[in-house]
């Protein structure tokens, strides 16, 4: 039993039960208007009624239930529940979920009562890895469960839908089909060496491990795309005092977050805000433009500045263009050397006094955008290369598979080893065993994504990862 709706105050909040007692457990605790007890409801049918039971701390144990019908029906909430019976549930088992008002103490109490009638308070994760361990679902969809819910951007709701529709499992299982069947053609011959083949067919086997190679290849080229979406790109205003950081940084998130003023040195503390920037998540990060502290403050916001200019996927080097050239600018650019960068030449409402080409000198081949904060000129222009400078593919395609996970890019890395050692012992025309035993190799790796083979270990890691409920 756990509550699958989010702590706090709602409409609704759902406690769900799955398991063997499920149903009994509901019977001892759900008065149906009807007078039906929930195990007597059809499966995929909802029942209006009460919860009833005791509203003193739960005890556990049989005792409890003896107790409970000493002390009457105390109504604890009015509910609609719904059963699910095996196998057509989330878990494959027997399922209700009471739906209850979505108040802290409410569900607590249903769920205290469900514990004193025996339940067992389920782990983070649980009832999805029921469903796993139950042959419901594998554990890419297992975890694209996990996606849907921690999705930031549309985009990778979509990607993470079509794992959970079990695209991605298809095409590693396509894999997999691929290999074993090249993997059977190979144990035959080792075990029958008698057979051995020769050269021409050597050619063709080498050929069809290379195609499911590029296979693999291409799911671990989509990763990089996987990645940006799932955990959004760290992007690092930074530049001297009163350029415009924070204009900026509130011109990108459409709302006034940080505080603008005439006065340099404005912004201390660094400024975090995610926003959605064509589809893609981004964490935007104004920062102090301070060089010399003056006090403790200060000093501490010229290391938080200088950090995450360190740990930026992208640097928005912001340089006033209304100013002459300065000694600050120059420290700035000493800061983000090697960085990935976008100068965005500020204030181009104003007169330029800037010398563009000292600057691009110093900034060779950095890509520059003339932009105004203040009046919103180029905004979209800068939307438009703040995305191109991480995205590097045109258009995000969602319509097909994209690894995001680390798990299976691991898993895929090594499968791709595998096969290309299998390549190379076949180049080299070396023993057959050698090939055979890399294919059986990659093939071990794709299940380890699948979960056809999976420690118990691992399981409990990528489990204990859900919210409690799910
Ligand atoms: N004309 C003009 N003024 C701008 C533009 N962008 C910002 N300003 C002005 O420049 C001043 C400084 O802007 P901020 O956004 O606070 O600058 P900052 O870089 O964050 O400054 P610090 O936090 O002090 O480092 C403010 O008065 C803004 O209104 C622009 O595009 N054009
Ligand atoms: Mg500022």
Redesign the pocket.
Known sequence: VAVSTALGYGGIGIVRLSGNNALSIADGMFMAKSKKKPSEFKSYTAHYGWVVGSRRSPVTGHQTKRKLRATGNDIIDEALVTVMRAPKSYTRQDMVEINCHGGLVVLKTVLNLAVSLGARLAEPGEFTKRAFLNGRIDLTQAEAVLDIIRAKTDAFLKVSLNQLKGDLTLELENIREYLMGIYVELEAVVNFPEDEIDASPRRQLLNRIRKAQERIEKLLASSEQGKILKEGIKVV?C????????????VLLKQPR???????????DTIEETAQIRGIPFQLI?????LEPRDSIEREAVKRSRLHIENADLVLF?I?I?EKFSAKDKEFIDRIKGKNVLVVL?????AAKLDLRKITALLKGRKMIK?????R?AIDALEKEIVKSVWKSKDIDTAGILISNTRHIYALKECGLNLQEAEGALGKNMPLELVSEGVKAAVSHLDEITGRSVSADLLSRIFSEFCIGK
């Open positions: 205003i530049g001297r005092p009163n350029v415009g950081k924070s204009s900026l940084l509130n940080a505080i603008v003023t005439e006065i340099a040195g404005t912004t201390r104004d920062t102090a433009g301070i912001v006033d209304h500020n204030k181009c409402d104003l932009v105004s904060a203040l009046k000129i």
